[in-house]
């Protein structure tokens, strides 16, 4: 099949800005469910709200277009229901960690197999740029007038410590590699958070001295190192992209099944 | 019958709650007759104070809250002092002897019984103190017959414990009898 | 002995109720007094092969049922007042996008952590309006055990029948008390479930395009159709759009597919009615004490009638302004300050004769707290 196989045409163009990096992670997306060579009917594809939820809108899939933050509490509920349905979760920075912070760890914790996409832009877009937990200290936005003191989160640590058993980071310039990781991401047999960064040129690029996105773009491939270089050691402010973690735990769906199997034999008995 | 309006009171942990559902359902499932219960607590699971009202009757009851009990047990002097004004003119007030001193008359059929120091004396585990309470609740108000509460704690507790439940039940309607007609 | 008696608590009877309407997914967070549902289905949603999930907190618990009944199960999720409030916006979203779900509300004294342990009936009017924006809902309670099974059935008949969510709201009275029930039957209670499409794979199916009588046929994600589910105003694709025909269309639809139907709706049981010059209007607890009293009060010859309603939501106008035509009192009995009598009010040719009868000190009313109230309304003093 051809990638427009994937989308639903009649709802294009996106809604999103000349320059949004959140069209590059849609594009791989789709390559790479073509190359896991997934039926669409098995792919149930949940997000929250903001500009990344709209992702849902375009593909082919069911697609769940929830509330701000609970795109994760909703997807619990279709894969426990239905395990057999590859469940793909689509957030923004702010959906996945600042009102959605609380799912996120639990998801994690649980290690339900979901994949969880965050498109980490660093601010709120379609409210107007005000700071995320993403942003990090120094930043300016739309509620940042002055400077903000909010530090950021390491998205990728919180994932390990709430219990992620597949966690990774990439970028929009880094476009093979969003491919490769989500490949691995979504038949991983458990919870997989993959973090990609993306460019938001007209909120936070403009308000950060970044308002080409190409600029953006290049901030990327600048400050991204691969997961372990020596690079990292000697400049702790790069950012490493990679796969983090990639590990076998128990998954909560299929415990939940062995609870099923033990009740109902007690029940026989 | 004429409907029988119960009150059990105490402290969390002593079982009190647990005996008057024990009572209610033995009412209903063994003995074809209607009975409520229902409770009042409050957030500490043990040591606060705790009551159980239970309604037995051969006819429909629909409040279910009782508010003038014809029979009123007290675990504790707390209970006792703050429950025995709302007896029934008349009615059967069981206090037990290790924990409640009476200080003054209701106006009620006053029964103190050893019920605790039995149950130490004799099985030497106060967790079946309220079935104890119950064998001399039954045999003072023939409520229910003592099977039909055997039957329901056959249903409710693991078997290894229920010869201790009975003989708790026993010494219970050994002391209330005493006391009975 | 051929009928299945039990005696149970309230909330149990509504897990039993639900796992007898078809419940196979429920998800959950504790919080007095409702948590003895969650419990009980704990245990017996995995022996009929059902899920349960303890969720992470309310919020979670209301969007993994709706997640859950999007994959075509039937679901349910219980709380309480703090937990009910933190509900509103999935709850909302529900009604939105039509998904249908039961949610029980054991009512505790509010506002904020209240009362845990003592009852109160004060969440009438957040079930019908602690949504934000224009829509409808459908709202059931009980007072005995027989009826929490019957109304707990018939919420999820609603549910799937309108495609919207189900408040079944009870009180803690009612949920903590044991009494004696009777199981019913298997058939005994008509089951319903969703209508589901017809479309045939390959064909253009519309998840919301309203037939002619309003319904929506459904699709369960993992079928053959796929399609989108949004919370934003949306056309009949489910694609988000602010096309103001289709947004006034839409409006329309929520709130006529239940409020044309109302009489369907009604669920109400009637007492003594025939000839009562004062007519009670009660519901849940506060109910028994009601009809304690007019049982009463009749066998001395009083003309005191009940009229208990069972369904809340959306409001049984006529049926009230109808049984309450030849009264000279009607009075509400309820354990709040005056909910369900501002409907009533609102119903009834004369509202001037309608009083409130009430109790929201965390006791639970009394025959006889009526019993002083009617004695003042009618002028003769307690």
Known sequence: MGVKDYIRERFFPHLWCPGCGHGIVLNNLIRAVENLGLDKSEIVMVSGIGCSARICGYVDFHSLHTIHGRALAFATGIKISRPELNVIVAMGDGDAVAIGGNHFIHAARRNIDVTAIVMNNRIYGMTGGQFSPMSGYGIKASTAPYSNIDPAFDLAKLALGAGATFVARTTTYHVKQITDILEKAIPHKGFSVVEILTQCPTEFGRRNNMANPADMMEFFKNHTVPVGSKAKKKNPDLIERGIFVQKEMPEYCSEYDKIVEDAMKGQQS | MKKCRIVFSGSGGQGVITAAIILAEAAVLYENLNAVQSQDYGAAARGGSSRADVIISDSEIIYPKVIEPNVLVCLTQEAYNKFYPIIRPGGLLITDTRFVKIQRKADAHQVELPMYRTVMDDIGKPIVFNICMLGALIALTELVRPESIMKVLEIRIPSGFLKMNRKALNLGIGLGKQFAG | ?382
């Open chain 3, 1 to 382: 002995m051929n009928k299945k008696i039990k005696f149970a608590q309230g909330n149990e009877v509504c897990a039993e109720a639900a796992l007898y309407a078809g419940l196979d997914f429920f998800a959950g967070y504790p919080i007095t007094p409702s948590t003895e549902i969650a419990e009980h289905l704990s245990i017996m949603l995995p022996r009929k092969g059902g899920k349960f999930i303890q969720m992470e907190d309310e919020i979670s618990s209301m969007c993994a049922i709706i997640g859950a009944s999007l994959t075509g199960h039937k679901v349910m999720t219980a709380t309480s007042g703090p937990g009910f409030s933190l509900k509103q916006e999935a709850l909302g979203y529900a009604i939105m996008a039509e998904i249908p779900c039961v949610v029980v509300n054991v009512q505790r004294g509010g506002p904020s952590t209240g009362i845990p342990t003592h009852g109160s009936q004060g969440d009438i009017n957040q079930a019908r309006w602690g949504v934000h924006g224009d829509h409808s809902i459908i709202a059931l309670t009980a007072s005995n055990h027989q009826d929490v099974f019957l109304m707990t059935v018939e919420a999820f008949n609603l549910a799937e029948t309108y495609r919207t969510p189900v408040i079944l709201l009870l009180d803690e009275g009612v949920a903590h008390l044991r009494e004696r029930f009777i199981v019913p039957e298997k058939g005994e209670i008509p089951l319903l479930t969703r209508l589901k499409t017809s479309v045939k794979e390959g064909v253009d199916y519309h998840p919301y395009l309203p037939r002619e009588d309003g319904r929506l046929p459904m699709s369960d994600f993992g079928g053959t159709h796929r399609y989108n589910v949004t919370g934003l105003y949306h056309d009949m694709w489910g694609f988000p759009t602010t096309k103001p025909t289709i947004v006034h269309r839409l409006i329309h639809h929520l709130v006529h597919k239940i409020e044309h139907n109302v009489d369907r709706i009604a669920r109400f049981k009637e007492y003594y009615m025939e000839d009562a010059e004062c007519i009670l209007i009660s519901y849940g607890f506060s109910a028994r004490a009601a009809l304690h009293l007019v049982k009463n009060r009749r066998a001395r010859g009083e003309r005191l009638g009940l009229l208990e309603l069972q369904t809340l939501w959306p409001f049984p106008s006529h049926v009230v302004r109808e049984k309450c035509v030849d009264a000279r009192y009607v009075v509400v009995v309820e354990m709040n300050m005056g909910q369900v009598l501002q409907s009533v009010k609102l119903s009834v040719e004369q509202p001037e004769k309608v009083f409130l009868a009430n109790r929201i000190d965390g006791v639970a009313i009394t025959p006889t707290n009526i019993k002083n109230i009617l004695q003042v309304i009618r002028g003769k003093g307690v």
